[in-house]
């Protein structure tokens, strides 16, 4: 099992670690800083560099399996061997933004009373589904109402329940498709002081004032229980 550094400090850009793996799919480390592709957040990028100098581009990192992380080297890169030493560094620019966007999209949650049937996180935009058979949102106010809860500067924490504790609390869980992500039986949850309090196993900025400038730029029905509200980074 990979130690997830990630999910105890989104903001640690690089690590030592030791290959513990190769395969077909790409590289197993003991310890990564690399988020693998999940809750609708993708995969980190960045690189692999060994005590000899040789630098493997990583273009994906994806869950394997138990526990595992595979980072997922691009073509043509050097081969790695079981046993080596390598630092590993994230795409930090790329990272950082589906921190912020993420974090966002969990403020837009928090706007719209319904529950959530999809969501993805870009670097440059975002978007969530809802399930609401009627247009009852509009852009302009949605727009002023996140970027409120953002200049509110909140702080936003991670903290962990027990599987037990969330089947007590069964509003916590807002996607209708998606079971909470798990951790030995664990749950994670994101809370932004005051605002949100939902399971979440991705990455987050620490205060809402850290994602900046946001606009609702598109509000499309895409079923008819579904609604499509997509925000995107001004700037």
């Keep these: 099992m990979t130690e997830t550094l990630f999910r105890e400090d989104a903001y640690l850009q690089s690590c030592e670690a030791t290959v513990t793996g190769v395969s077909e799919r790409g590289v197993v480390l003991n310890r990564s800083v690399f988020y693998p592709q999940g809750g609708g957040?993708?995969?980190?990028?960045?690189?692999?560099?060994?005590?000899d100098g040789r630098r493997v581009v990583i273009s994906d990192t994806l869950k394997g399996d138990q526990g595992d992380i595979v980072h997922v080297p691009h073509p043509d890169t050097p081969p790695l061997s079981v046993g080596e030493q390598v630092n590993a560094t994230v795409d930090w620019e790329r990272r950082y933004?589906?921190?912020?966007?993420?974090?966002?999209?969990?403020?837009?949650?928090?706007?719209?009373?319904?529950?959530v049937t999809g969501g993805a996180v870009g670097s440059d935009r975002g978007?969530?589904?809802?399930?609401?058979?009627?247009?009852?949102?509009?852009?302009?106010?949605?727009?002023?109402?996140?970027?409120?809860?953002?200049?509110r500067d909140l702080p936003v924490l991670a903290r962990w329940i027990s599987a037990q504790t969330l089947a007590e609390r069964p509003e916590l869980v807002r996607t209708m498709s998606v079971q909470p992500p798990m951790d030995q039986g664990d749950v994670?949850?994101?809370?932004?002081?005051?605002?949100?309090?939902?399971?979440?196993?991705?990455?987050?900025?620490?205060?809402?004032?850290?994602i900046g400038p946001v606009v609702v730029s598109k509000i499309e029905k895409k079923s008819r229980h579904n609604r499509r509200v997509v925000v995107r980074f001004v700037g």
Aim: glycine residues 8%.
């Design 41 to 51: 957040q993708p995969g980190d990028r960045g690189v692999l560099e060994t005590r």
């Design 97 to 115: 933004r589906h921190m912020r966007m993420h974090t966002c999209l969990h403020l837009l949650c928090s706007l719209v009373d319904a529950g």
């Design 188 to 210: 994670r949850l994101i809370d932004i002081t005051s605002v949100d309090l939902q399971p979440c196993g991705g990455t987050h900025v620490a205060r809402t004032g850290e």
């Design 127 to 151: 978007r969530l589904d809802f399930d609401l058979p009627e247009a009852t949102l509009d852009k302009a106010d949605l727009s002023e109402a996140l970027n409120g809860l953002i200049a």
